[in-house]
């Protein structure tokens, strides 16, 4: 048994579970190629699986087997911690709780979609202001706050234990890196976020959120890589 609970033979599905995890996470990108009707710049990643939106189908698809994944690769290596009382350190856990977090919420997310797009429809946007929409705006809004504050608690704490514990030497080495831009990325995005509600512009509220997925997808590729990377070690 390994130092942080995961085998040869248990790193690989937690692996490959997170690895295309990332992978899916990152189906957004698609708009670059299809005809979303969506500026990139201005409006919410979430708002491509709007249910009006031509392709939200597509983007709820993909939206719901990266949260699953994720959620599946966090919680089988929670699985393997809980039989491993010398990897249980406080940081790992914490960590791979916050995974299982953020996947959990990214599948709830897909079964909770806006109704409409606020950033591009100013109707949609008046409706939901005056609390017209469906339930599932607001619903939408809780599950994906859950979704990154459990991507932000898996970046910061896994990294942490990389560094602290010795564990995930291309995690412990890159991780930083990602730890601060991920964090300099979400301030943008909740700054826009709160410039938008408040009527004063959006900010480049789309490239800052896209930026933001874009960094949680990097970092659980490099997760993944780091896994299979120590699993074969």
């Given at each position: 048994?390994?130092?942080?609970?995961?085998?040869?033979?248990t790193?690989?599905?937690?692996?490959?579970?997170?690895?295309?995890?990332?992978?899916?996470?990152?189906?957004w990108?698609?708009?670059?190629?299809?005809?979303?009707?969506?500026?990139?710049?201005?409006?919410?990643?979430?708002?491509?699986?709007?249910?009006?939106?031509?392709?939200?189908?597509?983007?709820?698809?993909t939206?719901?087997?990266?949260?699953?994944?994720?959620?599946?690769?966090?919680?089988?290596?929670?699985?393997?911690?809980a039989?491993?009382?010398?990897?249980?350190?406080?940081?790992?856990?914490?960590?791979?709780?916050?995974?299982?977090?953020?996947?959990?919420?990214?599948?709830?997310?897909?079964?909770?979609?806006?109704?409409?797009?606020?950033?591009?429809?100013?109707?949609?946007?008046?409706?939901?202001?005056?609390?017209?929409?469906?339930?599932?705006?607001?619903?939408?809004?809780?599950?994906s706050?859950?979704?990154?504050?459990?991507?932000?608690?898996?970046?910061?704490?896994?990294?942490v234990?990389?560094?602290?514990?010795?564990?995930?030497?291309?995690?412990?080495?890159?991780?930083?890196?990602?730890?601060?831009?991920?964090?300099?990325?979400?301030?943008?995005?909740?700054?826009?976020?709160?410039?938008?509600t408040?009527?004063?512009?959006?900010?480049?509220?789309?490239?800052?959120?896209?930026?933001?997925?874009?960094?949680?997808?990097?970092?659980?590729?490099?997760?993944?890589?780091?896994?299979?990377?120590?699993?074969?070690?």
């Open positions: 048994m390994s130092p942080h609970g995961l085998t040869a033979r790193a690989r599905p937690v692996a490959v579970l997170i690895g295309l995890g990332a992978l899916a996470y990152t189906a990108v698609l708009e670059v190629v299809l005809s979303t009707g969506l500026d990139p710049v201005q409006t919410y990643v979430s708002e491509l699986a709007a249910q009006d939106q031509p392709l939200g189908g597509l983007f709820r698809a939206d719901f087997t990266a949260g699953l994944l994720a959620f599946a690769g966090g919680l089988l290596a929670l699985l393997r911690l039989r491993c009382a010398e990897s249980r350190r406080p940081w790992a856990v914490v960590g791979w709780c916050g995974v299982t977090l953020f996947g959990a919420a990214t599948a709830a997310d897909a079964w909770l979609p806006l109704s409409c797009t606020p950033t591009a429809d100013p109707e949609c946007a008046a409706r939901e202001t005056a609390g017209l929409v469906p339930a599932t705006h607001q619903a939408h809004a809780v599950s706050g859950l979704a990154m504050t459990g991507a932000i608690v898996g970046i910061v704490a896994l990294t234990a990389a560094r602290r514990y010795g564990w995930f030497t291309p995690l412990a080495r890159f991780g930083p890196v990602l730890v601060v831009l991920q964090l300099l990325a979400t301030v943008w995005t909740l700054c826009a976020i709160a410039m938008f408040a009527g004063h512009g959006n900010w480049a509220l789309g490239a800052g959120q896209r930026l933001q997925v874009l960094l949680v997808a990097l970092w659980l590729g490099l997760l993944a890589y780091s896994v299979h990377r120590e699993g074969r070690t």
